[in-house]
């Protein structure tokens, strides 16, 4: 029975409103408790002084897929890549999460027939707890539901693919793109019907925020949109934005407890959009509206970066600008197309700087910091180990004033952050990382919280954060973030200095939501003869006996 108690910290845990006070925090048998069940064997660590904080989250991240074997096998004689990326193996991949003090992350885009491959890889990170979202944005099974409503049906058939591939939630991706392109053609835009479908891939969308609301899914539904990184981006943003406006959606979320989540549409690296630099669609839509928001997408300006997408329009304006790395792709028959390959963030390049400063104009201009999530687009827009310095850049104008020298001033002279003198503070930073992911994926009873219950996941920091001006001594937070001193997992220590201890596996969060069980089997059966007549595998083929230890049911 292992009892953890760690003395004197400074606290900072934000679901709680505890911003810096002194505590301890007691752990036993993986969940904060208010107190020991008895005082034998309790190993204690002394904190006083030192920065005590829930663990990160990474809520958009793509760290085990065919794509990313395909990144592995395409970099293998890439010096770059293996000594930068060092090669992403899973054991790499982890000791870079654990690292920088995360202990959840979030596979945000995998076919539902492909997630036997994901799984098998998840397995192999170990310590770390994992999630998956399917994406359904291509998937032919559901045309009669997309076509009629069938709102029942959908959500019938929905939580079994959840149940059968214990996937998390609902990736939504450029719908029905890859049809499309089987006739060799970008639609102008998400408005325009396709040839084999009589739907508007933009109703897509909202089918699925009311199959997700239906289902009471933990995290809402997880929206990339066509043509991120191109002019199309944006206006496709705009047309969704539109659209979700236009219905009513105040009674479609009843109220939630501090812990869940408030959006009903999740927008994915939300600074790849605006590729002008204008960011106030977003952050107005934000500023007067609770039921969005959005993960960041911070750019690093790596020497390599892997490209791991499904969106069609990137891949064809990479490939026009004679990008010099071999691609992969695969068509998986009736679910869509997935690309990998490789490219470089140059410092020059108007778009790739509006990228980077479009993170930093939406971090600090959407004014509750609750609507927004940490993220790097992992691996497709930095690497972990950046994460300390991208920190530095939200809370302190200096820090970001100095990386922003080297880049392209021309396209920055007229970005909104050139002129920002704002700065985040440092329970901002761990609301950021930490307790908004947990709380958009609707897993903040137990992770981005230091309250009684919660699972005792936390770092310590060497360094006392209420005692210096982070905003000028931004390089003592930076070193204190690169080295935390422990992570601590469900009560053990996975991280002590250098010392990682990967001995347990952690947890495949999964959710099946709710739903009527009285039309089944007569949904179910439709959907096999369906998998039977048009596809090349049987639909019971994509269930996977995991052992119950490894999975976590959230309800
Ligand atoms: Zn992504």
Request: aromatic share 10%.
């Amino acid at each position: 029975m292992s009892k953890l108690l760690l003395k004197n910290g400074i606290i900072f845990d934000p679901f709680n409103n505890i911003a810096g006070e002194i505590k301890d925090i007691l752990i036993e048998e993986g969940k904060i408790v208010e107190k020991f069940s008895n005082e034998k064997d309790v190993k204690e660590i002394d904190v006083k002084g030192k920065t005590v904080i829930p663990s990160a989250i990474d809520i958009h991240s793509h760290i085990a897929s065919q794509q990313l074997s395909w990144i592995r096998l395409l970099g293998i004689n890439n010096a770059k890549f293996k000594q930068g990326w060092k090669g992403l193996t899973s054991e790499s991949i982890a000791k870079s999460y654990i690292s920088n003090g995360f202990t959840f992350i979030l596979e945000a885009n995998v076919f539902p027939s492909l997630v036997k491959h994901t799984i098998f890889n998840l397995k192999q990170i170990p310590v770390l707890d994992k999630a998956i979202l399917l994406n359904l944005s291509n998937y032919w099974p559901l045309e009669l539901e997309f076509q009629r409503g069938m709102e029942e049906e959908a959500t019938i058939f929905l939580s079994d693919l959840l149940e059968m591939t214990k996937a998390f939630g609902f990736k939504v991706y450029n719908p029905f793109e890859a049809e499309n392109w089987n006739f060799q053609k970008l639609r102008e835009n998400l408005s325009e019907k396709g040839r084999l479908y009589n739907f508007n891939p933009i109703d897509i969308y909202e089918k699925f925020i009311k199959y997700n609301e239906k289902l009471k899914l933990p995290h809402s539904i997880h929206a990339h949109i066509e043509g991120y990184e191109n002019t199309e981006g944006k206006k496709n943003l705009n047309l969704l934005i539109e659209k979700i406006q236009s219905l009513d959606l105040s009674s479609i979320l009843a109220n939630t407890s501090k812990f869940e989540r408030k959006q009903i549409l999740h927008l994915a690296h939300a600074s790849s959009y605006n590729i002008d630099g204008d960011n106030n669609n977003i952050i107005n839509l934000l500023n007067n509206n609770d039921k969005f928001d959005l993960d960041l997408g911070f750019c690093g300006f790596n020497e390599i970066n892997p490209l791991i997408t499904d969106d069609r329009r990137l891949i064809n304006s990479l490939q026009n600008n004679a990008n010099p790395y071999k691609l992969f792709r695969s068509a998986v028959e009736f679910e869509g197309d997935t690309f990998a390959t490789f490219r470089t963030f140059d410092k020059k390049n108007k778009i790739h700087c509006n990228i980077w400063a479009n993170a930093l104009d939406l971090a600090l201009n959407i004014k509750n910091i609750w609507q927004m999530q940490f993220s790097i687009n992992f691996p497709n827009y930095a690497m972990v180990e950046d994460i300390p310095e991208i920190l530095t850049w939200l809370i302190s104008k200096e820090a970001r004033d100095d990386f922003m020298k080297d880049l392209n001033q021309e396209s920055l002279k007229n970005h909104n952050l050139k002129n920002s003198n704002k700065e985040l503070n440092f329970n901002d930073i761990v609301i950021l990382s930490r307790s908004s992911p947990a709380k958009s994926l609707g897993i903040g009873f137990y992770k981005g919280n230091l309250g009684i219950g919660a699972d005792g996941d936390l770092n310590i920091l060497n360094i006392n954060v209420n005692e210096i001006n982070l905003s000028k001594e931004y390089k003592k937070l930076a070193s204190s973030l690169r080295n935390i001193e422990f992570v601590i997992k469900e009560g053990e220590i996975i991280k002590k200095g250098d010392n990682f201890n990967l001995k347990n596996n952690g947890k495949l969060f999964w959710s099946k939501g709710r739903t009527k069980i009285e039309k089944k089997a007569s949904v179910l059966n439709k959907k096999e003869e369906f998998f039977q007549k048009y596809y090349s595998i049987f639909y019971d083929t994509m269930k996977y006996e995991l052992p119950t230890n490894f999975l976590r049911e959230i309800k």
